[in-house]
């Protein structure tokens, strides 16, 4: 008999688990993917408009939790439409040639309340490279299938460790542009069925 029970409580454990993973779909109208780096000794801001990305949330089991995130590179805007040219050019991102950037996720760490080490591996201009990204859940509102849930995450990628390595001495000295690049992404995202609802 406590044989029998142990296996229905196990049984029930897993399906609990199941139930509780959830897959949310990005809503790209209130998210946004900006970066920021050094130009000269201020910094020049810019964002991406084209993004998709499903998040597999288990708050009951975080480390089975998934995110999959991907961004049309000739989508860049940072207000200068020259500027925006070049850089969809084969000097930067070369657009023609890699068409996306992608983020698929290996593991994911709980590390305090609402925060969470999300590694995986981002592939940037034809080149694949594990990261880490510092993800904090900003909470929901709404309840079930009419939820919205908010994250956020900050990090600093090198981009001459995925080959983008165009730059311009200065007369004067130094660079035209830093090497590291700060990157913000804030994310909205709702259960897979109403990802077209506003």
């Known amino acids: 008999m406590n044989r029998t029970f142990a296996i229905l409580a196990l049984a029930s454990s897993l399906a609990g688990s199941a139930a509780a993973a959830e897959t949310l779909v990005i809503d790209r109208a209130h998210s946004d993917a900006s970066f920021q780096v050094r130009h000269f000794v201020s910094k020049v ?13 288990d708050a009951a ?11 049309k590179t000739a ?19 070369d657009a023609a040639q890699f068409p996306e950037i ?31 990204l510092p993800v904090t859940y900003l909470g929901s509102v709404g309840a079930g299938k009419d939820a919205k849930h908010g994250f956020e995450t900050t990090t600093t990628i090198n981009r001459k460790d995925f080959g983008i390595v165009w730059n311009k001495a200065m007369d ?3 660079y035209m542009l830093g090497d590291d690049v700060t990157v913000n992404i804030n994310i909205e995202a709702a259960p897979k069925k109403d990802a077209a609802s506003n």
């Open 75 to 93: 989508s860049i805007d940072t207000a200068q439409a020259n500027r925006d040219k070049h850089l969809q050019s084969a000097d930067f991102f």
């Open 172 to 174: 004067a000295g130094g």
């Open 102 to 132: 992608t983020f698929k996720s290996t593991k994911v760490k709980s590390t305090g309340k609402d925060k969470f080490d999300v590694t995986g591996n981002l592939t940037l201009h034809g080149v694949t490279k594990q990261i880490t």
């Open 61 to 71: 089991k975080p480390e089975a939790s998934s995110v999959e995130f991907t961004v």
């Open 45 to 57: 801001r810019g964002r991406f408009t084209d993004f998709t990305g499903t998040i597999v949330a």
